[in-house]
Nanobody, 121 residues
Framework: QVQLVESGGGLVQAGGSLRLSCAAS????????MAWFRQAPGKDREFISN????????DYADSVKGRFTISRDNAKNTVYLQMNSLKPEDTAVYYC??????????????WGQGTQVTVSS
């Protein structure tokens, strides 16, 4: 069974950058759409971005548009989230997810364990 493992989170000052990675074990992600979500303390899980299987189509939440970039390297079975110009309100646990399909819903079936991102002011 495919498992998703996020990495790359940490503590960064406002205005800084981080790159998150989502690697798959036990299978391939090459033919699946993927997404990133986040959940801040006391808030609902929030959609951040998604990407189709080839990387040719992406979508972003308004809150991160122009600052975050989703990408994938199918040869490495990995999806990335480059986060620039980080703000304290970006502080959250970040999750990658998939529905194991060509498209992805806003309530995916498979989730990673999450990686904490903390942005200090």
């Amino acid at each position: 069974q495919v498992q998703l493992v996020e990495s790359g989170g940490g503590l960064v000052q406002a205005g800084g950058s981080l790159r998150l990675s989502c690697a798959a074990s036990g299978g391939t992600l090459r033919t699946y759409a993927m997404a990133w979500f986040r959940q801040a303390p006391g808030k609902d899980r929030e959609f951040i971005s998604n990407i189709n299987w080839s990387g040719s189509n992406t979508d972003y939440a308004d809150s991160v548009k122009g600052r975050f970039t989703i990408s994938r390297d199918n040869a490495k079975n990995t999806v990335y989230l480059q986060m620039n110009s980080l703000k304290p309100e970006d502080t959250a646990v970040y999750y990658c997810a998939t529905d194991f399909g060509l498209t992805i819903t806003r309530t995916p079936k498979i989730w990673g364990q999450g990686t904490q991102v903390t942005v200090s002011s």
